[in-house]
C-alpha cells in the first residue's frame, strides 16, 4: 500500500472518519477526526449510514472522552486499527461522476492522471449542497495548476473572487492583518478560487517521493518573538506546514500551520513573522500557527506591502 500521506481521509473500526494533516505516519496516523456514525447525524453516507460532523474543538473533546489514547497535538490511530484510507488522487472518478459541478471545474484544468483529486467532504461521500470543493494536487502539478487557474481567470473562463467571497473567507480565518493586507497577500497566490457559486481550494500535498522533504515533531519551545528576514527558499510555502528557509541571524526557517500564510512570500522577499520559537537540533525555528486561530501570530511580505 502506498503511504498516508496529508489530505487523505481514514476510517478506523468504528467507523470513525478522521483527515490526515501529517506526513509521519508509519506507526500512527496524524489526523484530526472529522464524522462521527450517529443514527441522528446531519450528513448520509452513500451507503446511507448517517453521521455527525466534528468542528475542531468538539472532535478534541470527543477524543478525549471516547478514545483518549489518540490524544495528542493531533489525533493519533494507531495503524492497526485503520479499516479504510480514503486517497484523493485515487477516489476522484467517483467524485466526478456524481458531482456535476466538480466534473465542470476539473474538466477546465490539465493535469495529468494521478496527480490531482478531492478531499474534504466530498472525497468520503458526505458532502452537502453547500460543501466547498477541496481540490488537492500533487507536487510539481499543483504549480502547474497554479498557472492555469491564473489564466482561467485572466481569460474569464473562471470568475475571479468576489468582494463578497474575499470577505466570507477572511471572516472565516480571523487573521491578525487587516482585510485589506490580507486580500493583497491571497490575490498574488492563485490557490483558490469561485466557481459556479462554490469556493474552491487548490491544495498542495507533497509527491510520493517527497515524503520527508522537512523533518516532522515538536521542538523545543524557547519563547515568542518577531522577526525580519529575507526568505531565501519558498518551494514549499504552500505545503502544510508551509516553510519557508530565511536568512535571519537566529532563526533558519518560518513554518506556518495555518493556510492563512501559506504561499505568503516569496524566495527573495523580505517578511515579517511573529510567532513561537523552537529548537530544532541545532537550528531555530520560528512557528506560526500554534493555535486553531493563530491569535497573535502572522506573517507578511514587507516587500509586498512597500509595493503598493
Request: proline share 3%; net charge negative; aromatic share 10%.
Amino acid at each position: 500500500m502506498t503511504s498516508i500521506r496529508l489530505r487523505d481521509f481514514i476510517e478506523d473500526r468504528e467507523g470513525c472518519i478522521y483527515a490526515v494533516s501529517n506526513y509521519d505516519n508509519t506507526d500512527r496516523v496524524g489526523c484530526i477526526l472529522r464524522y462521527v456514525p450517529d443514527a441522528d447525524g446531519e450528513r448520509t453516507g452513500i451507503t446511507g449510514r448517517r453521521y455527525r460532523k466534528y468542528d475542531f474543538a468538539e472532535s478534541f473533546a470527543w477524543i478525549r472522552e471516547h478514545k483518549p489514547e489518540y490524544l495528542d497535538a493531533v489525533h493519533r490511530v494507531p495503524c492497526c486499527d485503520v479499516v479504510r484510507v480514503y486517497k484523493p488522487e485515487e477516489e476522484i472518478g467517483k467524485v466526478a461522476a456524481r458531482n456535476a459541478r466538480v466534473r465542470r471545474l476539473l474538466s477546465r484544468f490539465d493535469l495529468p492522471t494521478g496527480s490531482f483529486g478531492c478531499t474534504g467532504s466530498l472525497l468520503c461521500g458526505l458532502e452537502n449542497a453547500a460543501s466547498d470543493i477541496d481540490l488537492v494536487v500533487y507536487g510539481d502539478a499543483w504549480f502547474a495548476a497554479q498557472r492555469q487557474l491564473r489564466h482561467l481567470v485572466g481569460a474569464g473562463v473562471i470568475p475571479g473572487m468576489s468582494t463578497a467571497m474575499w470577505r466570507k473567507v477572511y471572516d472565516k480565518r480571523v487573521p491578525e492583518i487587516s482585510f485589506e493586507a490580507f486580500v493583497l497577500h491571497e490575490q498574488r497566490k492563485w490557490n483558490r478560487g469561485e466557481f459556479e457559486g462554490t469556493y474552491f481550494d487548490l491544495l498542495y500535498t507533497r509527491a510520493y517521493g517527497n515524503l520527508d522533504a522537512v523533518p516532522a515533531g515538536k521542538g523545543t519551545v524557547l519563547g515568542r518573538a518577531t522577526i525580519e528576514a529575507t526568505v531565501t527558499d519558498a518551494s514549499l510555502s504552500f505545503d502544510s506546514p508551509a516553510v519557508y528557509a530565511v536568512d535571519h541571524d537566529d532563526v533558519s526557517r518560518v513554518l506556518s500551520f495555518t493556510h492563512t500564510y501559506s504561499g505568503q512570500a516569496l524566495a527573495g522577499e523580505v517578511i515579517e513573522a511573529k510567532g513561537v520559537v523552537e529548537e530544532h537540533g541545532d537550528e531555530r525555528w520560528l512557528i506560526v500557527g500554534t493555535t486553531r486561530e493563530a491569535k497573535g501570530e502572522y506573517i507578511v511580505s514587507k516587500t509586498l506591502l512597500e509595493s503598493v
